[in-house]
């Protein structure tokens, strides 16, 4: 089960920051049409083109979650796509953010988590709950040092 809600994460992460590449890279571009020159400019420009993979692979993790787990639990944990595109708009876009923000970002965490413990029948004395929140500092790294790592690489190969 952890491993599809892990695959469900990823997925959801791919997606959300392939969409908001695939937007930037637009900035410069014209909108898209069936020309061959308009399609050959969005199929050069490495920002969109990044995206749009990006989004894809998303796609197919989502795709090896749903084999792995069922609907109940891997929409929920879809969810959270949304928070990791907040945290990744804040280092990428520099978008700011407020403290109610972070709270919503931390909900959607532990909610997620929430949905993986509950998504298994387990045995209250199998989960130790000394591990709990081991795990979801684990989990609050890994969605800020991917977002940030990301951010920086993508403004590096724009530089």
Same mark, same amino acid.
């Given at each position: 089960?952890?491993?599809?809600?892990? &695959?469900?994460? !990823? *997925?959801?992460?791919?997606?959300?920051? +392939?969409?908001?590449?695939?937007? /930037?890279?637009? &900035?410069?571009?014209?909108?898209?049409? %069936? /020309?061959? /020159?308009?399609?050959?400019?969005?199929?050069?420009?490495?920002?969109?083109?990044?995206? %749009?993979?990006?989004?894809?692979? *998303?796609?197919?993790?989502?795709?090896?979650?749903?084999?792995?787990?069922?609907?109940?639990?891997?929409?929920?944990?879809?969810?959270? *796509?949304? !928070?990791?595109?907040?945290? %990744?708009?804040?280092?990428?876009?520099?978008?700011?953010?407020?403290?109610?923000?972070?709270?919503?970002?931390?909900?959607?965490?532990?909610?997620?988590?929430?949905? +993986?413990? *509950?998504?298994?029948?387990?045995?209250?004395?199998?989960? #130790?709950?000394?591990?709990? #929140?081991?795990?979801?500092?684990?989990?609050?790294?890994?969605?800020?040092?991917?977002?940030?790592?990301?951010?920086?690489?993508?403004?590096?190969?724009?530089?």
């Amino acid at each position: 089960m952890w491993e599809a809600v892990a &695959l469900t994460l !990823a *997925g959801a992460a791919g997606n959300s920051i +392939g969409k908001v590449l695939q937007k /930037k890279g637009t &900035l410069i571009l014209p909108p898209l049409s %069936f /020309k061959l /020159k308009v399609m050959r400019r969005y199929a050069l420009n490495r920002l969109w083109i990044s995206g %749009f993979l990006l989004d894809m692979c *998303g796609a197919a993790l989502m795709l090896t979650a749903l084999s792995q787990a069922p609907v109940s639990v891997v929409q929920p944990v879809a969810g959270c *796509g949304l !928070a990791i595109l907040c945290v %990744f708009s804040h280092f990428y876009l520099k978008e700011v953010m407020n403290g109610l923000d972070w709270i919503a970002i931390t909900l959607a965490g532990i909610g997620t988590i929430g949905v +993986g413990v *509950g998504g298994e029948e387990q045995k209250v004395e199998e989960i #130790p709950l000394i591990s709990i #929140p081991w795990l979801v500092l684990c989990i609050l790294i890994l969605f800020v040092g991917s977002a940030q790592h990301l951010a920086s690489y993508v403004q590096e190969a724009k530089a």
